[in-house]
């Protein structure tokens, strides 16, 4: 699908949801993995895994489908801790973003903690922007207009 140093992104099958979990320390099976699962078998989402050239997951993101209210998509991120600063996080951003424009998904929308300057920074860089904020969890959107480019 893409490739960012080395990696390649592409989507998420059933078997990859043990690396999945397995990429955060300690390993999980709360948010991430859960919301992988869902959005594998969620009509309307897309689950990415960023994977090296020995086949490892090294990277996970997951859209899940439209919100009945807004029809956007929640968006969700996750890079190994060493494997980050090499461009992952910004691969699978862009995978996903350029999958959103050809869905009927109206924005992709997240929550991020006020202090996690790394994910700000890399959605901003993306085009998300701030429309709620609430104590230490700022609510981020990027609209979704057909044929626009990020940060429209
Ligand atoms: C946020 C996260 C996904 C970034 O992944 P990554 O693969 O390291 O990101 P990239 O290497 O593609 O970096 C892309 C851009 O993001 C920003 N960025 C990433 N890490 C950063 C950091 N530690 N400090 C500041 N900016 C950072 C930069 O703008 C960077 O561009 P640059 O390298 O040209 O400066 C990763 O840090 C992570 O998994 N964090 C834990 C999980 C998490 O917080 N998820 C989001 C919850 S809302």
Known sequence: MTAASGFVVRRAVEGDADAIAQLTSPPTNSLTETLALVAL?????LALVAVDATGRVAGHL??????AVSGGGE????????????GLGA????????????TELTALVLDVERTNHAARALYAGHGLREVARRKNVIRLQLPLSRGSAAGD
């Open 91 to 102: 691969a699978l951003m862009s995978a996903a973003i350029e999958w959103a424009r050809g």
């Open 62 to 67: 997951v859209v899940s489908g439209p919100r």
């Open 41 to 45: 078998a969620a009509e309307g989402g």
């Open 75 to 86: 968006l969700a991120i996750y890079v190994a801790d060493e494997r980050r600063r090499q």
